[in-house]
């Protein structure tokens, strides 16, 4: 997952279906959009990574930079995060790295910064003629919003103020279900009320119970949260708050909970939440002080027999004959597998090449972890490792995510009796009875192979 920092975001837009021709386009930009009367190059995040079809991609990241725009073509928006949520991790890159450090979430996921002045090193760059710096003195700046749909109608919310994005998750009945409540949801840990956000909001709504939702959560400070059931975010958007026009108080019967409705171009009307008029209100807080952390219980840690278990961890799950599931803190990058390799090896060899000006070999970790063999793919990719100061590559058919787990070593005893064996797993998702992958010691598996270097008689 790559995440623009929010001072660079000015909004989030659908990808259109056809681009403006421009004669400096490349790969990696691939046109042009017209977007308020500003002409604004589209690069291709896909084809700054090398993935598949550039041209590829839902929604259009605008990122501004200095008084510069660009636009960048992405899959899709997945959620907000907020950098008090998150902790910092330095990553040593080079300066020309479109990639920069990492955060770590709240529940152990790894997010990727993007260096956003990488993403102006193209040619054609535009100008951002309504750049907060051009707002004369006295004149309401403009500020980012959140636009999502519930229930069909169009709401806003500040987006400095959305502590995070719900993705679809299961809601639970809870003691406070019931009226504008229509259950508990988890998120980063933390599970807290979701409210029916039409009903909440005064409008008329015939929900009482969903099995299932998506959201957007807002703290209510001392730990204390709550989440709002949402169809679809849209998009990201920058305007002024003046524009905000006044609610008749017929429309509603909660109009002190907004603070106006956008009425846009195009007829549709965008409520706008009042997060400070929502954390005063009494029955919000009420509900949003029953939000709790979720605290494993003493039976977590019967999920195996074993006598070692660690608490909770980073992985990168592969695919390489089997699923595996590698330290996060082991890897130190992952890029696409070049094209044109030999096939690995019987000792799962493949070649050695440069990389970040060192000679780095690249081993098949499908054969070293004796799996069944899997053609490589454009769409297969090269974990490096470092070890001893020098890098060394393992190719895998294919990344299936990045995941958190409890990691647990089993001990037994070898086939001749003699000897107290281990083997390591990650418990993903719950502690209790989440699936088991094999953890892979990238570093010490490279031990127990003859180096194809070494293997000759000098």
Known sequence: MNKPGLKNLREVIPSPKDYHALPEADAVLIGAIILRGQTIPVQSLRAQFGLGDQREGEVIVIVKSEGRLVAVLVDRVVELVHGGQTR??????????????????????????????????????????????AVPEGVSGRVPYLRFTADGMNFMAPLSEVSATIPYAEVEPGAVSGGLCIG??????????????????????????????????????DGDALAFKVDAVNDIVRMDPANIAPIPPVVTTAPHLMSGVLLGDDGRQHFAIDIDACRQDRA?????????????????????????????SIFLIVEAGARAAIPIEDVVEVIRLPPGLRKASANGYMTKMTHRKRLMPVFDLSICLGQKVIDLTGDSSIIVVESDEHFCGWAVSRLQSIDTGVRRVDEF??????????????????????????????????????????????
């Open 413 to 458: 005893t070898s086939t001749d009796g003699r000897s107290l064996m281990e083997e390591a797993y990650a418990q993903l998702g719950d502690p209790t009875n989440g699936e088991l992958t094999s953890v892979v010691d990238l570093r010490n598996l490279l031990k127990q192979f003859t180096r194809p270097w070494q293997s000759r008689a000098t």
């Open 184 to 221: 508990m949801i988890r998120r980063h840990g933390v599970e807290m009320a979701i409210l029916d956000t039409c009903a909440a909001f005064g409008f008329d709504s015939g929900m009482a119970h969903a099995r299932g939702a998506s959201g957007i959560s807002l703290e209510f400070g």
């Open 284 to 312: 919000f807080s009420q509900l949003a002080s029953v939000a709790h952390r979720i605290v494993s219980s003493a039976s977590d840690t019967d999920g195996l027999n074993a006598t070692k278990q660690g608490g909770k």
């Open 88 to 133: 910092h991790q330095a990553v040593q890159r080079e300066t020309l790295d479109l990639v920069g450090d990492r955060r770590v979430t709240a529940d152990d996921r790894l997010i990727t910064l993007l260096n956003v002045e990488r993403l102006f090193d193209v040619r054609g760059v535009a100008i951002d003629d309504g750049d907060e710096r």
